[in-house]
């Protein structure tokens, strides 16, 4: 009879207890860990604004070397990829023949001239709204 309870316990499953403790383990560090992971991922979306801005920030230099001139706002950072009829346009300016869309999938607001120097490039964050705080903040050219 002894053998045939040691047989029985090796094919044991685990027990409610077992499986609620490996639940709450886990819950507890969805908890701890979660908000680390989130913010990390907001700041990593900031970065690749300001990674983006810097390349568009570079082929508005090349388009004013061709050109003599910025884009102005009308004709926009479509002007990069797209020839606006202009003499001695060499475009396209931007390697991947688009102009990027922020990293939480809205166009870059670009004027020219700008507010804060001969051009503007803002990104508006995770909220799309000008200001804010965290995640939300403004990334911008200047």
Same mark, same amino acid.
């Given at each position: 009879?002894?053998?045939?309870?040691?047989?029985?316990? *090796?094919?044991?499953?685990?027990?409610?207890? !077992?499986?609620?403790? $490996? &639940?709450?383990?886990?819950? &507890?560090?969805?908890?701890?860990?979660?908000?680390? #992971?989130?913010?990390?991922?907001? =700041?990593? =979306?900031?970065?690749?604004?300001?990674?983006?801005?810097?390349?568009? !920030?570079?082929? &508005?230099? &090349?388009?004013?070397?061709?050109?003599?001139?910025?884009?102005?706002?009308?004709? +926009?950072?479509?002007?990069?990829? %797209?020839?606006? +009829?202009?003499?001695?346009?060499?475009?396209?300016?931007? %390697? =991947?023949?688009? #102009?990027?869309?922020?990293?939480?999938? *809205? %166009?870059? %607001?670009? *004027?020219?001239?700008?507010?804060?120097?001969?051009?503007?490039?803002?990104?508006? +964050?995770?909220?799309? $709204? !000008?200001?804010?705080?965290?995640?939300?903040?403004?990334? #911008?050219?200047?």
């Amino acid at each position: 009879m002894k053998k045939f309870n040691s047989e029985k316990n *090796r094919h044991r499953g685990f027990s409610l207890i !077992e499986l609620i403790v $490996v &639940l709450v383990i886990l819950g &507890l560090l969805a908890t701890i860990v979660g908000p680390s #992971v989130m913010s990390r991922l907001g =700041k990593g =979306k900031a970065d690749i604004a300001r990674v983006q801005i810097n390349n568009l !920030e570079g082929a &508005l230099s &090349l388009f004013r070397f061709d050109i003599g001139r910025y884009p102005n706002t009308s004709e +926009g950072m479509m002007a990069l990829v %797209e020839s606006p +009829g202009i003499q001695n346009w060499s475009g396209p300016y931007l %390697e =991947k023949r688009r #102009v990027p869309v922020d990293p939480w999938g *809205r %166009e870059y %607001e670009y *004027r020219c001239p700008g507010q804060n120097g001969d051009y503007d490039i803002i990104c508006y +964050g995770a909220d799309g $709204v !000008e200001g804010g705080e965290g995640d939300n903040v403004d990334i #911008v050219s200047w």
